[in-house]
């Protein structure tokens, strides 16, 4: 029995060669690029400099979970967590549901050239550099005659320092954020909308469908394999994504709601010039990170066809 | 297309292989010269690559320069666009046993670790032009274990000074601030009278300066309390961080009475050094007490939009009811270092030794043969005139930027519509005050604690919270002082500063002061 | 396409969505147009306006000339386009490739390949153990060190797994009853079928390079191996005025009408690419014709 499953594994696998010849140069470069590399891991265990030599490291003292520890105990541990979480927890609702409801939008638009001048002119802002999207904050938010601070005094309201105030902080940064990468992020939804078969719709006119309905039932499960695939994508990195933004946009009086995990490690590694507390809290954000994976993937698995693997 | 892009694509790749095959001649040349690979993170060089790039020629003239004077083939690699870029470049050479002879850092960073081998006994057998160019206290900031552990870079500074419009005062009828209560009523006759309009900003603060300065601090805090902005001794004989001393509350008070009052300008807490720049240059500030050049750089472009547009400080120095407000940042850690790993660490010291030894060596590292030259005419034996467009050499081998060796120069004359204000301040203008003001410590408080070493592994090890309380500190003070926190809760915070872990900072600090200082 | 008449609803929804879209201009691009602007405006302009800049009293081009001042931008240039154009074509190669090979389900090993594919995207690289890597592959200060060490992005190849498995599996199948190899299949059907996935993910990769800064600083120590982007960052965060003494260029320029400048730069190339892979966007183009 086993002898024969085997066999019929070992034909296809001879079958498939050619595929595999396919594959074979990526796999390389992972193992190479990505997986050699994981092993500067191990000075997570250990207490060494960031300019450590190899034999520095090897020479070390294990020290379990000292790194691991020395993070989680400190005393805003839970609010940066919490920090991060609540970043991460915002750009997935919002920055990763935008471009969605935008490419579908885009995609009503019937005039070709209109069509074409919206999506362009909203995929400039991806261009702008991190450190000139911040100048452009303050310069919008500045009290000193900023657009939106004078809007709202031309409305009776009365303006502050939004950049500088816990209460607005977090959607400053994320409007920033969103504003940004909106356009871009519709890219690939518009490659996926382009793959519907232009008959689909038209069958669903004559059968009385209005411009709603076909969108539910065309577009939209059209391009969920698309929807599907980014989120898990975006799940697995977001917990990594942000650093830069914030980093320019906040100050002391807003870390309350903007130190995240990133920003914490930079700034112990401006303090103390440990490897090993970069690479543990590294480590430990993978591990979240890893956790959101298999569990969205193992959602996703179940209520459609869609996964990362398996 | 295709056909294009191929074409393209040949075309670079030619270029690039030449590229190679240049770069692979420098490699095969003589084995027997002495080659040192140093990084170039003086901060000169970072400056001048903005605009400016080294030619080839150049590059290969300079090269030679210093070859034929030292015996030494230097390759100075060029900085990143910051210093935190710098550090991690530098850890991956160091990390990866590449070759690197010389960088700037912090020393104590190093020598813990034993990354950085001492320079004592090449200062007496290959370096005798540098150490006479600098006070003991540089000198001292790198000393430890009876051994010099790199080449000076900082003198004491009083980094922070108050400035204030000289021209504003005068159409306000006021005198230059001798106190705090001075300064509050000119911000308050500024904010009334408005000189530049809508724009006007009393007082520009910044609560971030550069080199580990904090200006808002340094600049203030020594009119509060006893000892300004500086570990102290309490009398239970422990140190104890700045922000435990009696004072503080006071300081913060005022601030928050300021902010409140719109004196200080609001997005004070986000600030960059550009936008502050800007924000001066704009001719629309009472007041700043930020990095003292961001005020003495800037002043061309503040007469371009304001002709009458003066700053100045007081001499004196401004005075509160615990003495006078500012601190002076001692002579810091920074300073170029060898590396352990390096097979000619007397060469850095020989080269460098050279650039000091005369201000033609000196002059010609920074800016390169043919873009200046005497001039006895305009000031005297020593005066200095710069010729014709600035180009061709970004200062790769211009190390020794350091107050000392320009003072060793004497009077740099410079061009009279740039930079006098900036130069009058280093005192090397010629018709500065005397000691520099940016030197002169007598405006302000010495920190009880300079040039204690404390070891950050030491740190690492017995205070975990470090990183806390410094987030604590910050985070707070921004909240007492913006008003989201009510002054009387002051005590509460220290009571959270104990909890996050201060009882650890105050031993291990401790410790090490009364090891150091007997 | 509008002969087919619309319900009143449609009609509301169809000027909602064109409001909706003008507005989407605005707000996308009056603070662009302003950066932009920004750049046009002499120093007295910049220090005595306050709020958007849109339209310059007086157009200066003093921060372009400061900026193409520096000769080494044109070379800097050129290794930019050698590896956005090298880079992409490795990166899309074996990027289509793979992808390729694991959108087949029944292919055995392939749940393991793709879990390792998984695991690369949660653990990114670290920079230590990298540089000593390229340092031992000899790669340190080459331009190649831009080009090997990123010839896949992951997360691009679960989407092109995702892009391929949208081809009906009937057509394949015909193909192999005719004889076909599997690389032909991927060469002369696939590949052709989603081009407008590949071209997308090409833009991608292309706008990545061309945006690539980090590991150029790192591992490249020869000035004249940099790409734009390392030359224009330096303009654009480096203060003005440093130390003593480094005031002798021309008078400084608002650091903002300077990044404006860097942005137009760097970006108008990657702007005027975007129409180009528009194209291909064209509804109906890639999978129409199969489904039908």
């Not at chain 1, 891991?41 to 379990?64: L, S």
């Not at chain 1, 993070?71 to 935008?98: D, P, Q």
């Not at chain 2, 070859?67 to 910051?82: K, Q, R």
């Not at chain 2, 740099?412 to 002169?440: A, C, L, M, W």
Request: glycine share 8%.
């Amino acid at each position: 029995m086993n002898k024969i499953k085997n066999r019929s594994l070992w034909k296809k696998i001879t079958n498939y060669k050619l595929l595999y010849a396919l594959i074979l140069p990526g796999l390389i470069y992972i193992i190479v690029f990505r997986y050699i590399p994981l092993l500067g891991t191990v000075v997570a265990f250990k207490k060494v400099p960031t300019f450590a030599t190899i034999e520095q490291i090897i020479a070390a003292d294990w020290v379990g979970l000292y790194q691991f520890q020395k993070f989680v105990s400190s005393h805003y541990f839970w609010n940066i967590l919490g920090n991060t979480f609540a970043l991460a927890g915002l750009r997935m609702v919002f920055e990763f549901g935008a471009p969605i409801i935008l490419a579908l939008l885009m995609n009503e638009i019937r005039r070709v050239a209109f069509k074409r001048v919206v999506q362009t002119i909203s995929y400039m802002p991806y261009f702008i550099s991190t450190v000139v999207l911040a100048g452009l904050v303050f310069n919008l938010l500045s009290t000193q005659s900023g657009i939106i601070p004078d809007i709202i005094t031309k409305f009776g309201g009365k303006s502050i320092y939004y950049l500088g105030d816990v209460r607005y902080f977090r959607t400053v940064l994320l409007s920033a954020i969103i504003w940004k990468n909106i356009g871009w992020g519709t890219i690939i939804y518009l490659a996926a909308l382009s793959g519907i078969d232009q008959q689909l719709y038209e069958a669903a006119r004559i059968d009385g469908a209005n411009r709603w309905i076909q969108t539910l039932k065309i577009s939209l499960p059209s391009i969920s394999f698309a929807v599907i695939i980014m989120f898990l994508l975006r799940i697995s990195v977001v917990l990594n994504q942000g650093f830069e933004e914030t980093l320019l946009l906040y100050s002391p009086a807003v870390y309350q709601v903007s130190d995240i995990i990133d920003t914490y490690v930079y700034r112990v590694g401006l303090l103390q010039n440990q490897a090993s507390f970069g690479a543990a809290v590294g480590l430990f954000k993978s591990l979240l990170a890893l956790t959101l994976v298999l569990g969205s993937n193992y959602v996703t698995k179940k209520f459609s066809d869609h996964s990362l693997y398996g | 297309m295709i056909k294009k892009l191929i074409i393209a694509l040949l075309l670079v790749s030619l270029t690039i292989s030449s590229g190679f095959a240049s770069g692979q001649d420098d490699k095969s040349s003589d084995e027997e010269v002495k080659k040192l690979v140093v990084y170039g993170n003086g901060g000169f060089m970072r400056a001048r690559l903005r605009s400016i790039s080294t030619t080839d020629e150049m590059k290969q003239k300079m090269h030679d320069w210093i070859l034929e004077n030292t015996g030494y083939s230097v390759e100075v690699i060029a900085p990143g666009t910051t210093s935190e870029q710098d550090v991690q470049k530098i850890n991956l050479l160091l990390a990866s046993g590449s070759q690197l002879d010389g960088f700037w850092g912090d020393w104590p960073d190093y020598y813990a670790q034993g990354a950085i081998q001492p320079l004592t006994e090449h200062f007496d057998t290959v370096g005798a032009n540098i150490l006479p160019a600098w006070p003991k206290s540089s000198v001292d900031a790198l000393t430890h274990d009876g051994e010099i552990w790199g080449i000076p870079r900082v003198t004491p500074m009083m980094s922070s000074p108050a400035f204030f419009r000289t021209d504003w005062l005068a159409d306000l009828g006021m005198d230059m601030p001798e106190t705090i209560d001075d300064m509050t009523a000119y911000f308050a006759a500024v904010q009334a009278a408005k000189p530049a309009g809508d724009r006007t900003i009393p007082l520009l603060l910044n609560p971030k300066g550069v080199h580990g300065a904090v200006p808002m601090l340094d600049g203030l805090l020594g009119a509060f309390t006893e000892y300004g902005y500086s570990n102290w001794l309490d009398k239970d004989g422990m140190l104890k961080p700045y922000i435990l001393q009696p004072g503080v509350a006071d300081f913060v008070t005022q601030l928050n009475e300021w902010f409140e009052a719109g004196y200080i300008y609001p997005e004070f807490a986000s600030l960059d050094q550009n936008k502050i720049r800007d924000l001066i240059s704009s001719a629309v500030v009472g007041a700043t007490i930020s990095t003292s050049t961001d005020t003495t750089a800037t002043d061309a472009e503040q007469r371009k939009i304001d002709p009458d547009c003066d700053f100045d400080l007081n001499p004196a120095g401004i005075r509160g009811p615990k003495g006078l407000a500012e601190t002076a940042t001692p002579s810091g850690y920074q300073a170029q270092l060898v590396p352990a790993s390096s097979k000619y660490p007397e060469g850095i010291v020989v080269v460098q030794n050279f650039l000091y030894d005369n201000a033609a060596n000196f002059l010609t590292s920074l800016y390169g043969p043919g873009n200046w030259e005497w001039d006895e005419s305009k000031g005297g034996e020593a005066a200095v005139a710069f010729t014709g467009e600035y180009k061709d050499y970004a200062g790769d081998y211009g190390w020794s930027v350091s107050l000392p060796a320009w003072v060793g120069i004497g009077k740099i004359n410079d061009r009279e519509d740039q930079n006098y204000k900036q130069h009058h301040y280093f005192g090397i203008s010629g018709i500065g005050r005397t000691p520099p003001d940016v030197t002169n410590t007598d405006r302000g408080k010495l920190p009880v604690d300079a040039y204690v070493l404390y070891d950050q592994a030491v740190l690492e090890e017995e205070v975990p919270g470090l990183a806390d309380l410094q987030r604590m500190m910050d985070e707070e003070v921004f909240k007492f002082i913006m008003g989201s926190r009510d002054i009387s809760e002051w005590d509460s915070f220290v009571k959270e500063l104990y909890s996050a872990g201060m009882d650890d900072w105050i031993e291990s600090h401790t410790k090490m002061y009364k090891d150091q200082r007997g | 396409m509008n002969n087919i008449t619309m319900s009143r609803g449609e009609k509301v929804f169809s000027v909602f969505n064109y409001a909706f879209m003008l507005l989407i201009i605005v707000v996308f691009l009056f603070p662009f147009l302003s950066v932009v602007m920004t750049s046009f405006v002499s120093t007295e302009e910049y220090l005595t306006r306050t709020g958007l800049i849109l339209i310059p009293k007086k157009f200066d081009f003093s921060a372009y000339q400061m900026i193409f001042k520096n000769k080494m931008i044109y070379s800097a240039y050129g290794i930019t386009f050698f590896r956005t154009i090298v880079g992409t074509f490795f990166q899309i190669s074996i990027t289509t490739a793979m992808a390729y090979g694991l959108s087949k389900d029944d292919l055995p090993g392939r749940k393991t390949i793709q879990v390792l594919l998984m695991l690369c995207l949660v653990f990114p690289v670290q920079i230590i153990p990298q540089f000593l890597l390229i340092k031992n592959l000899g790669l340190i200060n080459s331009v190649w060190a831009m080009i090997f060490p990123w010839m896949m992005n992951i997360q691009y190849v679960f989407l092109m797994i995702a892009f391929f498995k949208q081809v009906p599996a009937s057509l394949e199948e015909a193909a192999i009853i005719d004889g076909c190899s599997h690389v032909s299949i991927f060469f002369r059907i696939i590949l052709p079928l989603c081009l407008p996935s590949v071209a997308t993910i090409a833009l991608f990769y292309a706008v990545w390079h061309w945006n690539s800064w980090f590991d150029a600083q790192m591992f490249i120590n020869d000035i004249k191996l940099y790409p734009m982007q390392n030359l224009l960052k330096r303009i654009l965060e480096v203060p003005q005025l440093g130390d003593i003494g480094g005031g002798l260029e021309d008078a400084p320029l608002p650091s903002e009408s300077i990044k404006g400048a860097v942005i137009i730069i760097t970006s108008l190339p990657m702007l005027c690419l975007y129409p180009f892979v528009q194209k291909y966007f064209v509804t109906g183009f890639m999978m129409g014709s199969v489904k039908g």
